[in-house]
């Protein structure tokens, strides 16, 4: 049986990649398309809007709206209404699973996600691509093998209309190799540099630096700079489409979990 999905978000730029991603899939089945109160779009036929076959599938203002039952929200909205929907979803107002997608969330909103992986399986990722699960991994790993004597560098490209810095996969890498340095990222990571330095470089810094222009979809590099030598780990996306297809594996991976808090590297074994 094909798995009904949610879209939060549904008439941005990757909720119409997730909804395309949907109707090529003949595991899934776009049952509800949710945009914020008020939307000029409000209760018109979302494949109409997307050149898309969603006849009568409407843009709604709330999950509840929907009446669906029965399959998985996915959340790829702004910071603001994801908060929102954790809290329905931890109140017991948000029955259905949930795979979250929104960049830039802060730590209070991971607790948000927490308090709703006690009512509703709920998965968050500070990005859906196989690839960049992958550098995660990778970072870890070269991290605990070359960080004691290898300088870190985080370096990360984005579109000109990207609104928080650094992105929210270049924080997590940032976690990840400061994590296995033994320090935090508060402690490890300095945004950016300018002037002149008091003295050299510490040897466990990991610099954070972030590109904002054109229509980059998105680039993330982890320098390992040693003496000598260098070692860079580098993901680059093509398309967005690469985020809409990791949501939607999501999405079908969720689907049959019990409620429990869950990322992209437990749906791909890494």
Same mark, same amino acid.
């Given at each position: 049986m094909a798995t009904n999905i949610i879209i939060i978000g549904a008439l941005g730029r990757m909720g119409i990649e997730i909804g395309k991603v949907v109707q090529d899939d003949k595991d899934t089945k776009l049952?509800?398309?949710?945009?914020?109160?008020?939307?000029?779009?409000?209760?018109?036929?979302y494949g109409s809007l997307i050149g898309a076959d969603f006849s009568g599938v409407k843009v709604v203002s709330s999950v509840s709206q929907t009446g669906v039952k029965d399959g998985v929200i996915i959340d790829f909205s702004s910071?603001?209404?994801?908060?929102?929907?954790? =809290?329905k979803a931890g109140? %017991? #107002?948000?029955? +259905?699973?949930?795979?979250?997608?929104? =960049?830039?969330?802060?730590? %209070? #909103?991971?607790? +948000?996600a927490e308090r709703a992986a006690l009512k509703v399986p709920t998965l968050v990722s500070s990005n859906m691509s196989l690839g960049v699960n992958l550098l995660f991994s990778l970072t870890e790993l070269v991290t605990k093998k070359l960080g004691g004597n290898f300088d870190i560098e985080i370096i990360e490209a984005h579109h000109k209309f990207k609104k928080d810095s650094p992105s929210g996969t270049a924080r997590t890498l940032g976690e990840i190799a400061a994590k296995a340095l033994g320090q935090s990222y508060d402690e490890a990571v300095v945004n950016g540099r300018s002037g002149m330095a008091s003295s050299t470089r510490p040897p466990l810094e990991i610099g954070m630096h972030a590109v904002r222009g054109g229509d980059i979809v998105g680039d993330h590099t982890v320098l390992f700079a040693g003496m000598g030598e260098r070692v860079e780990l580098r993901h680059m996306a093509h398309s967005r489409s690469v985020f809409a297809r990791g949501a939607v594996t999501a999405a079908k991976w969720i689907a049959s979990k019990q409620p429990g808090l869950y990322t992209m590297r437990d749906v791909l074994g890494l």
């Open positions: 049952a509800g398309c949710v945009e914020y109160a008020g939307h000029p779009k409000t209760g018109v036929d910071v603001q209404a994801t908060r929102e929907n954790l =809290t109140n %017991g #107002d948000l029955k +259905l699973p949930v795979v979250v997608c929104t =960049t830039g969330l802060e730590k %209070g #909103d991971y607790e +948000l």
